[in-house]
């Protein structure tokens, strides 16, 4: 039997890939996080659900290390982030990204990605060399943009995509980095309905040797998509389990009252 | 995955003829800049050389980094406060002289751009501020500095022991040589991988961390340069007119710059030399009659920011790239 090929820094268990542990956030006296305790499974899609201001953003950026936590444990495959930079967690592997869509808007679809691959490969500090030097980028940007479905566009500025095509390029630079662990912030709030299936299909394809969480509210997405879904209210979760066991759950009923969903 | 060549095509380059239209424009300016001191008062030009080197260095900071330095007088007023002192007392060769000025400029630099960058936006900019106040009243204190009086009848020296600079024409061209050399820099700087990496900071900070970078380390270097490049800018200016002032570490310097690069545009190349031609011009003319020269300027200003945001080169760009 052929083993698959052990990604590296990485061992293989059961372990799970995250494991989080009484975290807690306030904001001055605001808990936007409480107590949090959970554990996400390697190799499968998590939703995260919960209604508007229920923590999630926050849970996100409490993960990636962009707020520190007042509280509580995080670690990513075995070792403690608790205490980690940001820029580190992404480098072992956790990449997030922004509800509101993070594209840099003056450079083009193109130098977008590109500037996410001149890390990995080495070439980000070359301060004496000219652009020459990323020609070698060239062809893995075209393919990730290609994947995405925006190749196409690669020459024009990124301010000037749609709404969607800023977040398939999100997606697309957020690939570039070949991250193990992918957090996706809504990435279909706001899209087009046909952008919703197409966008659907490409997280299911990209998640297929990585971990995803994301938060989504289209409950049908979740149902199509996700392995697990935690529901989150008011900072804390209450319940988790996979879609069909909490779909019928009291709390998340009450959670999602006054959403359109039954 | 697959190995199949499915053929992706690349972003285009920049059309030939555009390469063309700019090295033209280039080869223009290059033999402008050889000639102009057989019609141009050569001191005029210095200055306006030293200005537009200091307002670039700034740019470099503002225009492609996104951080408003409100104290690059510190850089640029210790670079010819250390090169005026190392030339006049300790009698050092003009080109030593202005390696020390740089040096010193770009360790204030690092000094002060470890506090800086620790914050961010205005009071990244009052940061600055503060702390080249301090510096003013470090150099007003300085037992090298002389306090009002500055450092005087700076000798312009010679250079390799040969080339006497006290002649106006043989220090413009030292000093164009000063400048391409500090423009070439920065060319470098931001059409390199690095400076790619610089854009994406300015562009979206929170996006380039969680690309992995370390934001602040690309911040720093870049504040360090663009001292060390003001540095450069104000111990030439110390040689030309032979002295270091109070004046020079001011923060209306400062201010100037920070001017010039608005006016002329930010984040382009050129931009900052237009701003500081236009300035220095008026400020020269103007001088020698009765208007009042800095509510000219002021107007100016606010004229060139409500109608052309992007500055005078912003303009040019625009029509340029109109078919
Ligand atoms: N930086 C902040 N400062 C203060 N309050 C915040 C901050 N970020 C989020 N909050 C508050 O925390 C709560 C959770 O916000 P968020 O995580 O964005 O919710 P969600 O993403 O679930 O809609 C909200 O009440 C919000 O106002
Ligand atoms: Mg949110």
Redesign the interface.
Known sequence: MIQEPVKEGYAVSDAPILSIRGLCKSFGGFHAVKDVDVDFQRGQIHALIGPNGAGKSTFFSLLSKFHEPTSGTISLAGQDITRTRPEKVVRMGMVRSFQISAVFPEMTVFENVRVALQRRTGRDIQFWCGLGLLDGLRDEAMYLLDRVGIADLADKRAADLSYGRKRTLEIATTLALDPKVILLDEPMAGMAVEDIGMVSALIKEISHDRTTLMVEHNLNVVEDLCDTATVLARGEIVAKGTFSEIRNDSEVRRAYIGTDYD | MSNTT?H?????QSLPSARALKLVAFAVLAVALLIAPAVLYPVFLMKILCFALFASALNLLLGYTGLLSFGHATFFGGGAYFTAYCVKALEVGPLTGILIGVAGAAVLGLAIGVIAIRRQGIYFAMTTLALSQLAYFCFLRAPFTNAEDGIQNVPRGTLFGVIDLTDHVTMYFFVLTVFAIGMFAIW??V???????V??IR??E??A???????NRYKL?VFTVSAALAGLAGSTKALVFQIATLTDVSWQMSGEAILMALLGGLGTLTGPSVGATVIVTMQNYLAATSVPVNVVIGVVFVISVLLFRKGIVGVFQRFSKAP
């Open positions: 499915t992706i095509p690349g972003p285009t470098r700087i059409t390199s991988p690095f400076g790619e990496v854009k994406a562009e979206n929170q996006r961390i969680s690309l992995g970078y370390n934001v270097s």
